[in-house]
């Protein structure tokens, strides 16, 4: 199993990007000694999602992955980036600062606006995977339209992603089974869940079990909403599958309680509002912005994530949720 870590790219929502730079040197370089395949480094919503929109963070993308690439000794040095934030300039950039693998994210119906840029990462000589988010709002087949158009503009890897930890079991099988239908046995299957409705690492497991061979992951779950898989976890049930992978159990343990969890200002876990978010199927990076929006107009924050799901918001609206929070004030 290639196991990626997104503690240092999902995990900065938790933070609200955040992390200092050397505090990511350190946790890369941990990580690398630890045995993981890849370290995804970005701001949370990837290259340049600097923004008001998104949120600001303490660093810039350049500052984060700079040196990162010349301390590991086995991890691939990774990055995200969305169309319509990230450019191919960034990706370049990214490239020249060491990043030899690119995962690119769209919505799960559109990923015709990734052709340009997996077709530039190729160009660059990088690892490409196709990233199709909110993966539970397209039906299995349509989505494995979606990654056969990923893998035609030249993505290795092509990943049903669960942004909204809404997906139960069936459906994650349903959907990898799919994928292994429709795309050539050369491109590899990836798996990335959330963990709001507690399923992240079984989720993880039953995608493996289908034909998944790239397994994201996070220290502590570190990551939107209730988190992601948790790193650690998803270890230890490999080990006890006799699953061969290359990670260290104890020095993930050690990293997830002794470095990790101090960092989490807000607990990540599935409490009330982040089980709302795989209940109403709610992209997970929603909920730091809705319980703002919660506090500023006195809210109940799962009531701005339910009123969300039905309106069937999807990453790149966080702009939106004031405007929710506002039409709802009204009604009361």
């Not at 979606?146 to 994650?172: F, I, N, R």
């Not at 995608?207 to 397994?215: E, K």
Request: hydrophobic letters at 40%; one cysteine or more; proline letters at 1%.
């Amino acid at each position: 199993m290639y196991l990626q870590d997104v503690t240092l790219r999902d995990g900065m929502h938790a933070i609200k990007h955040q992390y200092k730079k050397q505090q990511l040197k350190d946790l890369a370089i941990s990580l690398d000694k630890a045995g993981v395949d890849a370290i995804e480094i970005a701001h949370g919503d990837g290259l340049s999602g600097g923004s008001f929109n998104y949120g600001f963070g303490a660093h810039t993308d350049w500052d984060w992955l700079e040196g990162v690439a010349d301390e590991l000794q086995h991890a691939v040095l990774t990055t995200l980036l969305l169309p319509g934030i990230g450019t191919i300039h960034d990706l370049k950039k990214a490239y020249a600062l060491g990043v030899r693998s690119v995962r690119v994210a769209t919505h799960c119906t559109e990923a015709d606006v990734s052709k340009q840029h997996i077709e530039a990462a190729k160009n660059l000589g990088m690892d490409v995977g196709g990233f199709l988010m909110m993966a539970h709002m397209n039906e299995p087949q349509k989505l494995a339209e979606q990654a056969k158009l990923m893998e035609s503009y030249g993505a290795d890897c092509v990943y049903v992603t669960d942004s909204a930890g809404a997906l139960l079991m069936d459906d994650v099988a349903d959907r990898i089974k799919a994928f292994k239908d429709h795309l050539d046995s050369k491109t590899e299957v990836g798996i990335h869940c959330h963990n709001n409705l507690s399923l992240g690492v079984a989720n993880t497991i039953i995608a493996m079990q289908q034909g998944a061979t790239r397994l994201d992951a996070s220290l502590a779950g570190m990551g939107a909403g209730a988190g992601n898989c948790a790193l650690e976890v998803l270890v230890a049930v490999l080990n006890r599958m006799s699953v061969q992978h290359n990670a260290d159990l104890s020095q993930l343990m050690a990293l997830a309680d002794d470095v990790i969890r101090p960092l989490q200002e807000r607990p990540v876990r599935v409490d009330r509002e982040t089980l709302s978010l795989g209940y109403a199927g709610v992209y997970s990076s929603f909920l730091l912005h809705s319980e703002r929006a919660a506090q500023k107009y006195g809210l109940n924050t799962a009531d701005i994530l339910q009123e969300l799901g039905k309106r069937k918001m999807v990453g790149g609206q966080e702009d939106m949720i004031v405007d929710v929070a506002l039409d709802m004030l009204k009604k009361t």
